[in-house]
């Protein structure tokens, strides 16, 4: 970074990265709509929208991702032409992408200098030396020679930090930089950015959380649906005019739900022990029980279990020891089948790769996993008049928009593709169902229909187990709040019993329980 | 492979997939000015179609150019290809007789791959359903012929299914690469092969490593005079309408298409992707011993070492990639390709370039049919702009 305040021909407070009417196009999507965005030196400038805003397609475009089918990024007042992130590296621009580029089996100095330009000796002394500095620097405790596979989530992106500042870069990107942190690590986080914005650092920030606008940014560029619907001052704004800028109306912090009591145990989970073969998100002896008529949030940091927590319940992996009984019958080693026979619905965090055939059709999706049933086959052949019938109705109820049953579901947004899971998975009237992540990546109406339709399953008396890492999605929905650490359950309590930071208290380990931290 | 279900953990949101769609590696790399190649979302099949013939077309042209090199006329050779293939009605026959095995391998392929599952073993399992046939009428030879030949026909897909489902069952039970075991699997039933002919199934009073002749009460029945077509070529037209409605109207299909498609979501749906795979890996066994059992009864009537010589298990792989793994397709590219093996040596006599250029056109069809097939998932958009 004393490299970068050198080049600039801009001074503090001037604008150093513009882009001016930037357009870009993906097939069916305008993903920017003649955008315009302008960065000043030395300033945290927040890009706010819903997902599929076009935040990121933007940042992708200032980092030479992709080019612009019209407009142009200017860099200090020139016109700047990129055709990878290369360029855009060696003009002093970097960016963590959500997707953490490293090499994981490799150790942390390795993961730096790998990109670094191509020298003929490679000096890991001297990157050692500058790595430690910066980390001594900035109080990040971090073994230069520890492999980049055992470091924690948050561990990693600093990696992924510091690699991009060594590169000498001048201006940072951050795409959803807290996604992965607990309260406290995006508080920890947010002091470091503060510190090098101080020192001369320009930083952009890609989120939809109004609070970390709040908190970090001078500025803020609010999109909607690719297009910018304005650039205020942080100081000027509140969290609603932010929520209303984004939304394009009035938000209703709050979801409708009744009070509910909770009915006869439909998931009893007992102290179970699950190892995963990379060694994290292991459970260590969870117990955790839903009653029919309610709805337990698990809150937790990802990679603390809930995806073996899921597959375990599912029965896509079976515990070592502990038991697991779904409406009263045992189901530790039932296969998958046979628990969804038992009434239990999954609507599984990545729909693309665990619940979806993205190159079936539409209506084969709404069948999957019951196409044995006699509503839909007999000795084995397909009966296409009920599939069809039932396609039809199910595209009807659950507002499916697609041309057809017969469309490849591929074609489909995301929303959609979340509906074609409820749908099927709520079509039979469930007992049980384990939602992970039910609403990642959904605009703000298919977020409202999905966390609608798990009321009305509770209201009905389908008990829900929602893992979810938005914690306002927990304190909204949940009648129970569990928190989930280490692949264990640390607290339990309700939403009105306790405080956003209690809970991330506990999601950071720092429980004040005898099952605190190891 | 049902243990392989991801546990990595979640950290990241998944990008839309319209986003996927423009940070495909191919459209990055290919960005010529003003012009950009794109991901199609969705390809429609009718393009699929249309990008395959226009690369048997440039096929056409590319062995046009080599035998211009060989100084013959593209003219000339075509033309004694095609007489040599279709030119007259024993020659047309003649290539069903040869297509009649690919069909049965070139489905062989289609199904398995269909599910994801890399059966390269067609070729010894084609061994396996020649061995099944003979075993089957060598021990109950007394049976009426009726019952017989459905015994042998039986003993054929029994035996081909077997030979698979070893490798299957390594597949399913271990995690072995089955590219890798069906593969040396040929070379195992090769052997097995050369010990049963030249020794308990060696015909007596000859040197040679082969069978006695069968009695002809166990020849497949021709369909005419002067013709080698046999009954079995209407079987392998059969069975790719059985497979087509296997693969698109059971349940079975269903669940080995999807486990073809996306095998984690398939077992999070309840789909056991380890009992798909031995299923269908047995059907796709069974398919080529029929083939075996067709090549046996109809044509050769005794196994010797040359059996299997044509390779046709390894044909047929390359006819189901050309077809696109569709069953009606199949017979199309199996009759072409028998075609082209039956013209080959019209095409020899007549204009002296040698009958291995059909190995040529089959591998240059394959090349291009494959790359048309990425090719046409793609599009080219002129984009307005640049500064």
């Known amino acids: ?518 | 492979m049902s243990e392989q279900v991801a546990d990595a953990p979640q950290d990241s949101p998944r990008d839309d997939h319209e986003a996927d769609a423009g940070r495909d590696p191919l459209s990055m790399l290919f960005q010529p000015g003003a012009w950009r190649l794109e991901r199609r979302l969705y390809t429609r099949p009718v393009y699929e179609l249309y990008a395959t013939l226009i690369a048997l077309a440039v096929t056409a042209v590319i062995i046009g150019l080599l035998v211009i090199i060989v100084g013959v006329s593209p003219l000339d050779a075509f033309a004694s290809l095609y007489e040599g293939a279709f030119g007259n009605r024993e020659s047309a026959l003649e290539t069903l007789v040869q297509a009649t095995p690919l069909i049965l391998t070139g489905l062989c392929a289609a199904i398995a791959f269909r599910a994801g599952v890399w059966n390269i073993g067609g070729q010894g399992q084609f061994i396996a359903g020649a061995i099944g046939t003979w075993w089957v009428y060598d021990t109950f030879s007394g049976l009426p012929a009726p019952v017989l030949f459905v015994a042998m026909f039986a003993g054929a897909a029994v035996f081909g299914a077997v030979w698979a489902t070893v490798a299957s069952v390594l597949l399913v039970r271990y995690g072995t690469n089955e590219i890798l075991t069906t593969v040396m699997l040929n070379f195992v039933i090769d052997s097995g092969l050369s010990w049963l002919l030249s020794g308990p199934w060696q015909a007596n009073n000859t040197p040679y490593s082969q069978t006695e002749r069968m009695v002809e009460s166990a020849f497949l029945p021709r369909f005419f005079d002067g013709s080698r077509l046999h009954l079995g070529f209407a079987l392998a037209l059969v069975m790719a309408v059985v497979v087509h409605f296997l693969v698109r109207r059971t349940t079975l299909g269903f669940e080995l298409r999807a486990i073809g498609v996306n095998k984690q979501a398939a077992s999070y749906k309840g789909i056991s992707v380890g009992a798909a795979v031995i299923a269908v890996m047995a059907i796709s066994g069974a398919l080529a011993g029929l083939a075996g059992a067709g090549e046996l009864l109809g044509l050769h009537h005794r196994i010797n070492f040359e059996f299997g010589g044509q390779a046709v298990g390894f044909t047929g792989i390359i006819i189901a990639l050309v077809a696109r793994l569709h069953p009606a397709g199949v017979i199309v590219v199996a009759i072409a390709f028998a075609g082209l093996l039956n013209g080959a040596t019209q095409m020899q006599v007549g204009t002296g370039i040698p009958a291995a250029l059909v190995d040529v056109i089959e591998g240059v069809a394959l090349v291009l049919v494959l790359l048309a097939a990425v090719a046409c998932r793609y599009r080219l958009r002129k984009i307005a702009h640049h500064g």
């Open chain 1, 1 to 518: 970074m004393a490299d970068a305040a050198q080049s600039g021909a801009a001074a503090p407070g001037e604008n150093i990265l513009v882009a001016e009417d930037v357009t870009k196009v993906f097939p069916g999507v305008v993903a920017n709509d003649s955008v315009s965005v302008e960065i000043r030196r030395a300033e945290i400038h927040c890009l706010l929208g819903e997902n599929g805003a076009g935040k990121t397609t933007l940042a992708d475009i200032l980092y030479g991702v992709y080019r612009p089918e019209e407009g142009q990024v200017l860099l200090n007042g020139r016109p700047l032409e990129l055709h990878s992130p290369r360029d855009a590296i060696e003009a002093g621009i970097g960016m963590v992408h959500q997707h953490f580029e490293l090499v994981p089996p490799m150790s942390v100095i390795e993961n730096v200098v790998i990109g670094t330009p191509a020298k003929q000796w490679l000096d890991l002394t001297e990157a050692r030396r500058r790595l430690e500095e910066f980390f001594a620097d900035y109080d990040v405790e971090i073994d230069p020679d520890a492999e980049v596979g055992r470091l924690s989530v948050g561990e990693q992106q600093w990696v992924e930090i510091f690699k991009t500042l060594y590169f000498g870069v001048e201006i940072l990107i951050l795409d959803e930089p807290t996604a992965v942190l607990t309260p406290q690590g995006i508080d920890e986080l947010f002091r470091i950015l503060r510190r090098m914005r101080d020192e001369g650092l320009t930083i952009i920030l890609i989120t939809h959380k109004l609070k970390e606008v709040m908190d970090l940014s001078d500025r803020v560029t609010v999109l909607r649906r690719g297009k910018v619907v304005g650039t205020v001052d942080t100081a000027d704004v509140d969290q609603r005019d932010l929520a209303r800028m984004m939304v394009g109306r009035e938000v209703l912090m709050q979801a409708d739900k009744a009070a509910s009591t909770a009915g006869e145990p439909v998931l009893e989970v007992d102290e179970i022990h699950l190892r995963s073969d990379t060694g994290r998100g292991s459970l260590e002896g969870l117990s955790i029980t839903v009653g029919s008529g309610e709805i337990v949030g698990i809150a937790g940091v990802s990679g603390n279990g809930q995806n073996a927590l899921f597959d375990a319940v599912v029965g896509v992996r079976h515990p070592e020891t502990g038991s697991i009984r779904i409406a009263g019958q045992d189901t530790t080693e039932s296969a998958p089948h046979r628990i969804a026979t038992l009434g239990v619905a999954s609507v599984p965090a990545d729909r693309i790769a665990q619940g979806l055939m993205m190159d079936f059709s539409v209506k084969e999706n709404l069948v999957l996993g019951n196409q044995r049933e006699r509503q839909f086959s007999r000795a084995g052949i397909l009966n296409r008049g009920h599939i069809d019938a039932f396609a039809t109705e199910s595209i009807d109820t659950f507002e499916i928009k697609t041309p057809s049953a017969a469309q490849i579901t591929r074609t489909l947004s995301g929303g959609n593709l979340q509906k074609i899971i409820m749908a099927r998975e709520l079509s039979g009237q469930p007992q049980l169902i384990v939602a992970h992540q039910p609403t990642r990546g959904l605009d703000i109406a298919a977020t409202e229909y999905v966390r609608r339709r798990l009321i009305q399953e509770r209201d009905r008396g389908a008990g829900v187990l929602l893992m979810s890492e938005d914690l306002d999605e927990i304190f909204q929905l949940s009648d129970r709040i569990a928190v989930i650490y280490d692949g264990r359950i640390v607290a339990v309590t309700e939403p009105d019993a306790t405080t956003l930071e209690e809970i991330g208290m506990h999601m950071a380990g720092a429980s004040d329980t005898d099952q605190g931290p190891p």
